[in-house]
């Protein structure tokens, strides 16, 4: 009796099936990274359950409404700086970059698949924290705002991609998380993350425009008639211009 193998055919090349693999494989990689996953998911919402929340008591609907946006931009940060700066560092110590370089992987899939894992874990804390705001606290958001500070969450995670992909060209692996945290915790408090400017002092409330995380928190907070003033305009440009900025600069090590 003859047997007939019949051969299989390859599938096509798909540069965008590539892009997709890379960043459902982050996504699922640092989810399973309980170092990652966990105090990125978690501390935002323990923060905001403390002081959003509790201190913020039933009649703190304005500090609790407050609270959400500024912690929601708190939360997105840290997926992207330590997704990119941690993660960046450990694959370019491990020759993760020289073996991708190697292999038939569409130029940029690395950086759009951490890029969407950033936008991934935003959209995760974001739906969280909504969650405990619209259930625990004396949050009265119409569907419209929440929708619209999702996709400013969203879309803020570019500038510390952008920072936290120039840290990871700087360091090596063990000393990458040590430098992002130094970066992140006093941007956040800086920047107004945790309480208003006006409860700081002065000088604080003066230099606060300097850090990115402060741009984005005041375009979030004028979807609640909450910011310090400013135009959207010149926010949103300031944010182009700091990513613009590091991703030039970590290119330029990079490429080196």
Same mark, same amino acid.
């Given at each position: 009796?003859?047997?007939?193998?019949?051969?299989?055919?390859?599938?096509?090349?798909?540069?965008?099936?590539?892009?997709?693999?890379?960043?459902?494989?982050?996504?699922?990689?640092?989810?399973?990274?309980?170092?990652?996953?966990?105090?990125?998911?978690?501390?935002?919402?323990?923060?905001?359950?403390?002081?959003?929340?509790?201190?913020?008591?039933?009649?703190?609907?304005?500090?609790?409404?407050?609270?959400?946006?500024?912690?929601?931009?708190?939360?997105?940060?840290?997926?992207?700086?330590?997704?990119?700066?941690?993660?960046?560092?450990?694959?370019?110590?491990?020759?993760?970059?020289?073996?991708?370089? /190697?292999?038939?992987?569409?130029?940029?899939?690395?950086?759009?698949?951490?890029?969407?894992?950033?936008?991934?874990?935003?959209?995760?804390?974001?739906?969280?924290?909504?969650?405990?705001?619209?259930?625990?606290?004396?949050?009265?958001?119409?569907?419209?705002?929440?929708?619209?500070? /999702?996709?400013?969450?969203?879309?803020?995670?570019?500038?510390?991609?952008?920072?936290?992909?120039?840290?990871?060209?700087?360091?090596?692996?063990?000393?990458?998380?040590?430098?992002?945290?130094?970066?992140?915790?006093?941007?956040?408090?800086?920047?107004?993350?945790?309480?208003?400017?006006?409860?700081?002092?002065?000088?604080?409330?003066?230099?606060?425009?300097?850090?990115?995380?402060?741009?984005?928190?005041?375009?979030?907070?004028?979807?609640?008639?909450?910011?310090?003033?400013?135009?959207?305009?010149?926010?949103?440009?300031?944010?182009?211009?700091?990513?613009?900025?590091?991703?030039?600069?970590?290119?330029?090590?990079?490429?080196?």
């Amino acid at each position: 009796m003859n047997t007939v193998i019949a051969a299989r055919t390859p599938s096509p090349f798909s540069p965008l099936r590539c892009y997709w693999l890379e960043a459902k494989y982050e996504f699922l990689r640092l989810l399973r990274t309980p170092a990652f996953a966990l105090p990125a998911l978690t501390f935002p919402v323990l923060f905001y359950l403390l002081f959003g929340v509790l201190l913020a008591g039933p009649r703190g609907g304005g500090a609790s409404t407050y609270l959400l946006v500024t912690y929601g931009v708190f939360g997105i940060m840290g997926p992207a700086l330590f997704g990119f700066g941690v993660a960046m560092a450990l694959d370019r110590e491990l020759g993760l970059l020289k073996l991708k370089r /190697a292999m038939p992987v569409p130029p940029g899939a690395m950086l759009m698949a951490k890029t969407l894992m950033a936008m991934m874990f935003g959209v995760i804390i974001t739906a969280m924290l909504m969650g405990v705001a619209l259930a625990l606290a004396s949050v009265q958001l119409a569907p419209g705002k929440l929708a619209l500070l /999702a996709l400013i969450n969203v879309l803020g995670v570019l500038p510390f991609c952008a920072i936290g992909l120039y840290i990871g060209t700087l360091v090596g692996g063990q000393g990458a998380a040590a430098v992002v945290n130094l970066v992140y915790l006093p941007m956040a408090f800086l920047s107004g993350l945790w309480m208003p400017l006006s409860m700081l002092p002065e000088v604080v409330s003066r230099f606060a425009p300097l850090w990115p995380a402060y741009h984005l928190s005041q375009i979030a907070l004028k979807v609640i008639d909450a910011d310090a003033g400013g135009s959207l305009s010149m926010h949103v440009v300031v944010l182009l211009v700091f990513t613009a900025v590091f991703l030039f600069l970590a290119r330029r090590r990079l490429s080196s």
